[in-house]
């Protein structure tokens, strides 16, 4: 499992939430 962080805009805010998908699916 990788997990890495990654940055989601939702409505304009930025979120930062850790995932464990080497894909990275938004």
Excluded: C
């Excluded at 989601?8 to 894909?23: E, G, T, W």
């Amino acid at each position: 499992m990788n997990q890495r962080l990654v940055v989601d805009i939702d409505n304009s805010h930025k979120k930062f939430h850790a995932v464990d998908d080497p894909l990275g699916e938004t």
